[in-house]
């Protein structure tokens, strides 16, 4: 890997981690839940995202060992990704990353993937935003900070209830605790 996982014990909230799919730049981050408000305690983007179908079986391991090694780290209970709609795009990109989500269902963790639209929309209507222009603004790549709300959509689902957050303390957290830096 390109970064280092931080070392620690991470045993105070309901954590998920969450993934924003791709074949080049896969967001994934490890959102927590704790005394009522969510936290980014880490994110990056990963380094073994499955590209090549024809070297599925060397990729797939590599993807699953990143992955395993975010779970042994941050220990959580679940796993929350975006489910990729191709919107007219062509090659294996679809496939491959419904592979790697196939993959992420494996893991004996419960998971819940969304559509892009479900997520955005909610959160573009509830804090009268618009995700686009953020993107031009913030210090990461976009993947990774859609990966953290994605993580914070998930938390709201599996607890049925809308905590109180804002976008902006979203991107203060994964500005601070992201692990590669950002080429714009």
Request: charged share 20%.
């Amino acid at each position: 890997m390109n970064y280092e996982l931080p070392k620690g014990s991470y045993s105070k909230g309901l954590r998920v981690l969450s993934f924003d799919p791709g074949t080049v730049n896969m967001g994934v981050s490890c959102v927590e839940l704790r005394n009522g408000r969510l936290h980014v305690l880490c994110s990056a983007v990963l380094n073994y995202p499955i590209h090549d179908i024809p070297l599925l079986s060397q990729q797939r391991l590599d993807f699953i060992n990143e992955v395993q090694a975010w779970i042994d780290c941050f220990k959580p209970k679940g796993i929350v990704a975006e489910r990729f709609q191709s919107r007219g795009l062509r090659g294996s990109t679809v496939e491959c990353v419904s592979m790697m989500l196939g993959m992420l269902s494996m893991l004996n963790l419960p998971f819940y993937f969304i559509t892009a639209s479900t997520w955005k929309n909610a959160y573009q209507r509830r804090f009268a935003i618009d995700l686009k222009d953020i993107y031009q603004e913030i210090n990461v790549v976009p993947h990774i900070l859609d990966s953290a709300l994605i993580g914070c959509y998930g938390i709201e689902q599996g607890t049925h209830r809308q905590i109180s957050f804002t976008i902006d303390s979203i991107i203060d957290d994964v500005e601070s605790v992201s692990l590669i830096g950002y080429t714009k």
